[in-house]
T-cell receptor, first 115, second 113 residues
Framework: DAGVIQSPRHEVTEMGQEVTLRCKPISGHDYLFWYRQTMMRGLELLIYFNNNVPIDDSGMPEDRFSAKMPNASFSTLKIQPSEPRDSAVYFC?????????????FGPGTRLTVL | LAKTTQPISMDSYEGQEVNITCSHNNIATNDYITWYQQFPSQGPRFIIQGYKTKVTNEVASLFIPADRKSSTLSLPRVSLSDTAVYYCLVGPRMNTGFQKLVFGTGTRLLVSP
């Protein structure tokens, strides 16, 4: 398996622009997570899905952030409008409940810079 | 969620054994202890998970005393490539009711030649 795939790997945009981050989880996994990592706040869980359904989005910072999972193999995290404080590395992870260790498999991340 | 406390940083030399201890005094009965490793510019990677006593895999060992209020990740004979941040997480297994994993600040391990 190719692991969790994220695109783009790097994104530079200007304040006010819409940003869409994409994630393809590992095939067969039933949980998908979006995290954000910054030096100040560390690794934070933004939202997670179970079987394509959003379960908990309490970590989403504000209404400018939205996430969707239209099918089991694709998810997006959208920021509209983007702000400089959104600059961070965004990770997507997937997991299979019932596996022997509950491992979350992380993607390589998208480094977002908002100017 | 059980709060965890681990050292901010540790230094070691190649070939040494490294032990990173994590405190989790309010661990719950159904909580497991999981360790992740994160290299610069990469996402965290699962290392090991345990409930009690000792767990060993090809990468590390995890020692958990009977009271489970702490745990120790042991990395045998570290190399330069083990330089990374190590996170200790405590929480129930996902099939018993998922709770958010809190990664905290982790322990930054620096391995020198």
């Amino acid at each position: 398996d190719a692991g969790v795939i994220q695109s783009p790997r790097h994104e530079v945009t200007e304040m006010g622009q819409e940003v869409t981050l994409r994630c393809k989880p590992i095939s067969g996994h039933d949980y998908l997570f979006w995290y954000r990592q910054t030096m100040m706040r560390g690794l934070e869980l933004l939202i997670y899905f179970n079987n394509n359904v959003p379960i908990d989005d309490s970590g989403m910072p504000e209404d400018r952030f939205s996430a969707k999972m239209p099918n089991a193999s694709f998810s997006t995290l959208k920021i509209q409008p983007s702000e400089p404080r959104d600059s961070a590395v965004y990770f997507c992870a997937s997991s299979l409940v019932g596996s022997s260790t509950d491992t979350q498999y992380f993607g390589p991340g998208t480094r977002l810079t908002v100017l | 969620l059980a709060k965890t406390t681990q050292p901010i940083s540790m230094d070691s030399y190649e070939g040494q054994e490294v032990n990173i201890t994590c405190s989790h005094n309010n661990i719950a009965t159904n909580d497991y202890i999981t360790w992740y490793q994160q290299f610069p510019s990469q996402g965290p990677r699962f290392i090991i998970q345990g409930y009690k006593t000792k767990v060993t895999n090809e990468v590390a060992s995890l020692f958990i005393p009977a009271d489970r209020k702490s745990s120790t990740l042991s990395l045998p004979r570290v190399s330069l490539s083990d330089t990374a941040v190590y996170y200790c997480l405590v929480g129930p297994r996902m099939n018993t009711g998922f709770q958010k994993l809190v990664f905290g600040t982790g322990t930054r391990l620096l391995v020198s030649p």
